[in-house]
T-cell receptor, first 118, second 112 residues
Framework: EAGVTQFPSHSVIEKGQTVTLRCDPI?????LYWYRRVMGKEIKFLLH????????ESGMPNNRFLAERTGGTYSTLKVQPAELEDSGVYFC????????????????FGPGTRLTVL | SQQGEEDPQALSIQEGENATMNCSYK?????LQWYRQNSGRGLVHLIL?????REKHSGRLRVTLDTSKKSSSLLITASRAADTASYFC????????????FGAGTRLAVHP
């Protein structure tokens, strides 16, 4: 079974440019999450999709970040325009829907996309 | 802040020794999970312990959870050089939220 995949693995852009990160979750996983780790700090939650709906986007830092999951399969995270402080590693994770409304579930992480904004 | 904290920040041991890492958190949780990250790679899930559990084992891993102290520990027995990695605890808050809240991690180095 293929794991969570992310593309690209690395991206180097200049301040003010746009970058789009992609995440393909494990097939059949309804839940998809974005996290990021910037400047060697803690890994922080960005948002959570259940299928194509945003369940929780409380961690999105500002309106320069736009996440989509059209069709409930893969997801994209666009940063526009990118700023220096956006540099870091962006992780995607997915998990099954265990039902019952409350998730006590293992999240499978992708390898991450390392974003460098110059 | 709901951030967990691991200690120590860095741990250096010899192969065959045991490694213990601790994690503290601040809020009520549904579960606590431990992850490993090898240099430059993704996070690998190690073990999940629910809030109503006190101890869990998986191979050479032993995790304890003390909800009264809001703390957890990860013990790796008979360590190997391949265990060298960063280890993170992540809490799943109670209240129906699925997001994980990560600590800063412990860097473990196991020397042959």
């Amino acid at each position: 079974e293929a794991g969570v995949t992310q593309f690209p693995s690395h991206s180097v852009i200049e301040k003010g440019q746009t970058v789009t990160l992609r995440c393909d979750p494990i097939s059949g996983h309804d839940n998809l999450y974005w996290y990021r780790r910037v400047m060697g700090k803690e890994i922080k939650f960005l948002l959570h999709f259940v299928k194509e709906s945003k369940q929780d986007e409380s961690g999105m830092p500002n309106n320069r970040f736009l996440a989509e999951r059209t069709g409930g399969t893969y997801s994209t995270l666009k940063v526009q325009p990118a700023e220096l402080e956006d540099s870091g590693v962006y992780f995607c994770a997915s998990s099954q829907d265990l039902g019952g409304g409350i998730g006590v579930n293992e999240q499978f992480f992708g390898p991450g996309t390392r974003l460098t904004v110059l | 802040s709901q951030q967990g904290e691991e200690d120590p920040q860095a741990l250096s041991i010899q192969e065959g020794e045991n490694a213990t890492m601790n994690c503290s958190y601040k809020t009520s949780i549904n579960n606590l999970q431990w992850y490993r990250q090898n240099s430059g790679r993704g996070l690998v899930h190690l073990i999940l312990i629910r809030s109503n559990e006190r101890e869990k084992h998986s191979g050479r891993l032993r995790v304890t959870l003390d909800t009264s102290k809001k703390s957890s520990s990860l013990l790796i027995t008979a360590s190997r050089a391949a265990d060298t990695a960063s280890y993170f605890c992540a809490t799943g808050p109670s209240g129906g939220y699925n997001k994980l809240i990560f600590g800063a991690g412990t860097r473990l180095a196991v020397h042959p």
